[in-house]
């Protein structure tokens, strides 16, 4: 079955704590993306990666890295959490860059508590 | 640069009543459009999306979707919701240009029994 996987789906930690969250796609897709959503706000890019080892910013990257060193794996690290990164984060791929007609597909999702 | 409005943050509907999710974007050049629904505790998924061609787009669950370009909008529309349609949906609009995807703010629909 095609997927995208996230783990851990919750997380409460605190401030300071570094944390990773894993994402995983099996449809070899070239694309993939972090997103957070937050109330009222809707859906921010937070970082993409249109292929391995080619990463870049999107429109909130303050606070978190990123890396991609296989095609399926992209994970998002947060070095020292703080309260205002409490949010619901969700990963997404779809099969190329250079093609934004193909569908993104999206993770479950991973809900993380900063105390 | 690219925008998305949903003018409604909440819709309550009774079920079997027909439902419009209003969405209005802005951008200087041609782009894509899509339509996402977020279930309770659950990831997005694909509603339905327009390219180019026919205005009116049809999706999944019986959703459909009319591209107006003059006014810049791009409405969801069902006849008859259902309890299970329950669920947040995000409209989204992309400059064809790259490979950035807006979101909007969501759309919450309440069906009501």
């Known amino acids: 079955e095609a997927q995208v996987t996230q783990n851990p789906r919750y997380l409460i930690t605190v401030t300071g704590k570094k944390l990773t969250v894993t994402c995983s796609q099996n449809?070899?897709?070239?694309?993939m993306s972090w997103y957070r959503q937050d109330p009222g706000l809707g859906l921010r890019q937070i970082y993409y990666s249109m292929n391995v080892e080619v990463t870049d910013k999107g429109d909130v990257p303050e606070g978190y890295k990123v890396s991609r060193k296989e095609k399926r794996n992209f994970p998002l690290i947060l070095e020292s959490p703080s309260p205002n990164q409490t949010s619901l984060y969700f990963c997404a791929s779809r099969s190329s860059s250079g093609r934004l007609a193909d569908t993104q597909y999206f993770g479950p999702g991973t809900r993380l508590t900063v105390l | 640069a690219q925008s998305v409005t949903q003018l409604d943050s909440q819709v309550p509907v009774f079920e079997e009543a027909p439902v419009e999710l209003r969405c209005n974007y802005s951008?200087?050049?041609?782009?894509?459009l899509f339509w996402y629904v977020q279930y309770p505790n659950q990831g997005l998924q694909l509603l339905l999306k327009y390219l180019s061609g026919s205005t009116l787009v049809k999706g999944i669950n019986g959703f459909e979707a009319e591209f107006n370009k003059s006014q810049t909008s791009f409405h969801l529309r069902k006849p008859s919701v259902h309890i299970s349609d329950t669920a947040e949906y995000f409209c989204?609009?992309?400059?064809?240009?790259?490979?950035?995807?807006?979101f909007g703010k969501g759309t919450r629909l309440h069906i009501l029994p």
């Open positions: 989204a609009v992309s400059d064809r240009r790259d490979d950035k995807i807006i």
């Open positions: 951008s200087s050049v041609s782009v894509y």
């Open positions: 449809m070899n897709h070239e694309y």
